[in-house]
């Protein structure tokens, strides 16, 4: 099994990223509008905000790391199979209000953070 990554360091991402950092501004669920998070939130991980991945059965997505979501909860046991993200383990995430897959939530002995879908989150 090949687990396919691309990961990009682009300096106009964090620009962006800086910019749309105030507190008032809301990332939201693109089906129901459920807040799931704030723009401040958007972290670093293996050097990238942006990565995009394959999994094992092909489909591609493209996620941004956040620290924290409030707006999404773990619908799964943990896993390690598979994972992104070496020595993490992963849950799958959904809105906590319509239920729609958002991503993935990371965790490890010392860190967790969420990999959100970014077409199923709308941005300020």
């Given amino acids: 099994m090949v687990v396919v990554c691309k990961e990009s ?14 507190e008032e ?4 669920c693109a ?3 459920n807040h799931i998070t704030k723009p401040s939130k958007q972290i670093i991980v293996n050097n990238s905000f942006h990565h995009a991945f394959a999994n094992p059965h092909g489909y591609v997505f493209e996620i941004g790391c956040f620290s924290d979501a409030k707006g999404c909860r773990s619908s799964s046991m943990a ?3 598979f994972s992104w993200f070496i020595g993490f383990s992963w849950k799958i ?6 239920s729609t897959q958002l991503g993935w939530i990371f965790s490890s002995e010392s860190n967790k953070f969420f990999g959100l879908i970014l077409e199923k989150l709308i941005f300020p």
């Fill in 9 to 22: 360091i682009d300096l106009s991402t964090d620009k962006k990223t800086d910019t749309l950092s105030k």
């Fill in 25 to 28: 501004e809301i990332i939201v």
């Fill in 31 to 33: 089906f129901c509008n």
């Fill in 79 to 81: 896993s390690y199979e």
């Fill in 93 to 98: 995430g959904v809105c906590s209000y319509c």
